[in-house]
């Protein structure tokens, strides 16, 4: 069962155009909610992270927009730019056992110049 | 101050063989997890370690097996490899039991033939 669902698969955005992409979890317990950088052959890479006290967090040209009823949470990517041609993976942990990241499918951002 | 290190980098092994992967936590980081990320897949948590202890495991067999030293450095260790544990295995080290910021290693792309 996947704990954290995350959209699109992948995704081709202009170069200076904003990406968007989106995930749904369904335990309460998350509190916890990350973003994670991967290129290929590298391990992620922590991007930004917002805990659910908060409905949007931002970093530079990354937002994370944070919907507690609706168990929603996106990234958005402002500005974007070829060198954020990247697999990008929503998580979520809790406060249960080793607060282990439950990781979602992932989504392949290719920015075109 | 130094970042997550594993070792090896690629691997290759043949089915039934034993394999074990090791890694090195960031600098006063005293908790190792570890993922396994199947290809186009999103990373899923194997176990982790806090104070030399398993401090919480995910839906692995036991011949998935770790340690973790007085430094706080980690193996992983599985027996008798199957075809589908070929993947890439991230090793992500952070501060305190049950943790939430990891920071991820490189990873080791073990490949069973």
């Known amino acids: 069962q996947q704990q954290v669902k995350q959209s699109p698969q992948s995704l081709i955005v202009q170069k200076g155009g904003i990406s968007i992409i989106n995930c749904a979890y369904e335990?309460?317990?998350?509190?916890?909610f990350p973003w994670y950088q991967q290129f290929p052959g590298k391990g992620p890479a922590l991007l930004i992270a917002?805990?659910?006290?908060?409905s949007e967090k931002k970093e530079g040209r990354f937002t994370i927009s944070f919907n507690k009823s609706a168990k929603q949470f996106s990234l958005h990517i402002m500005d974007s730019q070829p060198g954020d041609s990247a697999t990008y993976f929503c998580?979520?942990?809790?406060?249960?056992?080793?607060?282990?990241?439950?990781f979602g499918t992932g989504t392949r951002l290719t920015v075109i110049p | 101050e130094t970042g997550v290190t594993q070792s090896p980098t690629h691997l290759i092994k043949t089915r039934g063989q034993q394999v074990t992967l090791r890694c090195s936590s960031q600098s006063g980081h005293n908790t190792v997890s570890w993922y396994q990320q199947a290809l186009g897949q999103g990373p899923q948590f194997i176990f982790q370690?806090?104070?030399?202890?398993?401090?919480g495991r995910g839906n692995f067999p036991p011949r998935f097996s770790g340690l973790q030293f007085p430094n706080y450095s980690s193996e992983l260790n599985v027996n008798a490899l199957e075809l589908d544990d070929s993947a890439l295995y991230l090793c992500?080290?952070?501060?305190?039991?049950?943790?939430?910021?990891?920071?991820f290693g490189p990873g080791t792309r073990l490949t069973v033939l």
């Open positions: 998580a979520a942990s809790g406060q249960t056992g080793a607060n282990n990241l439950f």
């Open positions: 917002i805990r659910p006290d908060v």
């Open positions: 992500a080290s952070s501060l305190g039991a049950g943790p939430r910021v990891q920071f």
């Open positions: 335990n309460t317990a998350f509190d916890y």
């Open positions: 370690y806090y104070r030399e202890e398993e401090n």
